[in-house]
């Protein structure tokens, strides 16, 4: 399968901004997407990159360089709620391949 | 809109014993999707339906796991024995064709003792 690497954990305060990268190998995938899981919670879509660049969803961005084998989750504004665990996918013809995850503590 | 609705929540077995997973998608969505998640991983794609078709079935243990979809709406995961290692949240998913956006259910928890 393939691997995507991601930071275990990341720490931030309310209101920062906190980017969260994902790398690859792989070449030839149609596209990068993010999703958000809360403890406990189903994993919910956020963003999909199908080429390189910046994708804007509210708070929330997605960039993603082929070039490059990397693409990042961008936070703005954080809030308490966005504590939870972060996945960048990688979707390679039928198949999806999740990263291990990042876990996200946002503090007061 | 309901979302996509999963049973049980929670299961318990002892390894060896036999266990089974329903999942019905969302209304009209043709791909559904089953994956295994293990505490601290991501998500492992086990099985690919489109319709009452398999797309993708390369990384499930073929030898203990079985999934159908048989009316190409609802969907069972069986696994036959059970291991310890199979002890993971099921998850089932579905999406429109040719969508990039994957709708989750709640999941089960499976604890193989």
């Known amino acids: 399968g393939q691997s995507l690497e991601q930071p275990s954990e990341v720490t931030a305060v309310e209101g920062a901004i906190v980017q969260i990268n994902c790398t690859y190998q792989?070449?030839?995938?149609?596209?990068l997407s993010w999703y958000q899981q809360h403890d406990g919670g189903a994993p919910t879509f956020l963003s999909y990159?199908?080429?390189?660049g910046l994708e804007e969803t509210g708070r929330f961005s997605s960039f993603l360089s082929r070039s490059d084998s990397y693409g990042y989750l961008l936070l703005q504004e954080l809030q308490m709620k966005d504590s939870a665990s972060y996945f960048c996918?990688?979707?390679?013809?039928?198949?999806?391949?999740f990263g291990s995850g990042t876990k996200l503590n946002v503090k007061p | 809109e309901a979302g996509v609705a999963q049973s049980p929540r929670y299961k318990i077995i002892e390894k060896r014993q036999s266990v089974a997973f329903w999942c019905n998608p969302i209304?009209?969505?043709?791909?559904l999707y089953w994956y295994q998640q293990i505490l601290g991983q991501g998500p492992k794609l086990l099985i690919q339906?489109?319709?009452?078709?398999?797309?993708?079935d390369s990384q499930l243990p073929k030898d203990r796991f079985s999934a159908e979809r048989l009316k190409g709406v609802d969907s069972t995961l069986k696994i036959q024995p059970a291991k310890l290692e199979d002890s993971a949240v099921y998850l089932c998913?579905?999406?429109?064709?040719?969508?990039?956006?994957?709708?989750f259910g709640p999941g089960t928890r499976l604890l193989v003792l």
């Open positions: 998913a579905s999406s429109l064709p040719d969508s990039e956006t994957q709708y």
């Open positions: 792989t070449s030839g995938f149609y596209g």
């Open positions: 990159n199908a080429l390189d």
């Open positions: 996918c990688l979707h390679n013809f039928n198949k999806f391949y």
């Open positions: 209304s009209g969505h043709a791909t």
């Open positions: 339906f489109q319709n009452n078709g398999v797309v993708d």
